[in-house]
């Protein structure tokens, strides 16, 4: 298993057990702006998905982990959407139409992993958390597309193939 390289770093804001780490994102949301020359938890997890996918136990050595196995999943979800896309721009509407769907956070129903991160203490660090787990996906959903599609549009086979791998044998939707 290959972990994130995010080990508790001091000063970093958390919600849900969860590090609100720095994104290199232009899009809005809670998470502080990382340099856009640094690697952040995105490029981490877009890197080592297709080993981790393999993986059905997944030892938490540090809580940034912990974001990394909720995006593995959320890359598994994107990749299942974007299966029967043939070009581009299919698969761009197919990652807008999964952007657009609610954000569960823990302590609701559809929030793939319970047990993992901890039960919001309040409405205000629900809420912080579910727009951090929508800014991250958002910034991972147009990440996926460039590695996903190739430049002339076309699925890049050695991609989409993982879509049928069962990340820590949870069935996607």
Known sequence: V???SFVDEEGIAKACGCPLLPLKSHIKGPAPVSDQDRTDIVDEAITFFRANVFFRNFDIKSSADKLLIYLTF????ALKRLEGC????????AIIN?????VPVPGESGFPFPGLFALPQS????ELFRNYLKQIREETSGRLLSVAY?????????WLA???RKFMNIIVP
């Open 2 to 4: 290959y972990h994130s």
């Open 74 to 77: 959320y890359i598994n979800v």
């Open 86 to 93: 043939r070009t581009l721009a299919e698969g761009t509407k």
């Open 98 to 102: 999964l952007g657009l769907e609610n």
């Open 123 to 126: 409405k205000k660090e629900a």
């Open 150 to 158: 190739r430049p002339n549009g076309t699925p890049n086979k050695w």
């Open 162 to 164: 993982f879509a049928k």
